[in-house]
């Protein structure tokens, strides 16, 4: 079956901590996309990627990280710089250029700190 | 700049329909989508509109106006499964591929 996994499905992050979440797609997808969602709130950009080996800032990148090293991973790091953790994180990919860019999520990363 | 608007919540019940709006402006266009999100879960794709005109799509269905700056997604035959936030985001011409996400109609379907 093709998708989008994330992991864990729920992580719980200490003070100084940098956690890593693990999103992987086997859609053949270019884009990748990680994005935060608060209680009552819209989605938040955090960074995208259109490419291997490249990705740009979302609109709340401060105090996140990521790589693309291949075209299946978009890992995402929460770093101890992110003084305000605790959300619902969302990774989602999509044909990008090639298509209408409909994004496709995968089940999601509740993030919680100790 | 670029802003987008939906209702914060809207009621309505069972075996009914109901239309949940969204506006949007931008300087570049390049489609309007719909999600669906239940609460706990991710978004689900509904619909994509880039031409102006109606998308129908079993009960649901979606209109696009771009002269107006204007979507909805119309829902028939509720049913108490369709209670769920519904996602508006438009995609912006050019070559950052971006979303922009409005923030989401909460949709209770009552029996």
């Known amino acids: 079956d093709g998708g989008i996994t994330q992991s864990p499905k729920y992580l719980f992050r200490k003070e100084g901590q940098n956690v890593t979440l693990s999103c992987e797609q086997n859609?053949?997808?270019?884009?990748m996309y990680w994005y935060r969602q608060d209680p009552g709130q819209g989605l938040r950009l955090i960074y995208y990627?259109?490419?291997?080996?490249?990705?740009q800032k979302g609109d709340i990148a401060e105090g996140y990280s990521v790589s693309r090293e291949k075209k299946e991973s978009f890992p995402l790091t929460v770093t101890s710089a992110q003084k305000n953790p605790t959300a619902f994180y969302l990774c989602?990919?999509?044909?990008?250029?090639?298509?209408?860019?409909?994004?496709?999520f995968g089940a999601g990363t509740r993030l919680s700190v100790l | 700049g670029q802003n987008i608007d939906q209702p914060t919540e809207m009621t309505a019940t069972e075996g009914a329909i109901v239309q949940i709006n969204c506006t949007y402006q931008?300087?570049?266009?390049?489609?309007l989508f719909w999600y669906q999100q239940h609460a706990g879960e991710a978004p689900t794709f509904l619909s994509y509109?880039?031409l102006d005109g109606l998308e129908e799509k079993g009960r649901f269905s979606s209109f696009l106006s771009r002269s107006k700056g204007y979507s909805y997604l119309l829902l028939k035959e509720l049913q108490m499964k369709d209670s769920a936030s519904y996602l508006c985001?438009?995609?912006?011409?050019?070559?950052?591929?971006?979303?922009?996400w409005g923030l989401g109609t909460s949709l209770a379907v009552n029996p």
């Open positions: 859609l053949n997808h270019d884009a």
């Open positions: 989602a990919s999509s044909a990008g250029a090639r298509g209408k860019n409909i994004q496709y």
């Open positions: 990627s259109q490419i291997v080996n490249d990705f």
């Open positions: 931008t300087s570049g266009f390049n489609g």
């Open positions: 509109n880039v």
């Open positions: 985001a438009f995609l912006k011409a050019g070559n950052n591929r971006k979303l922009i």
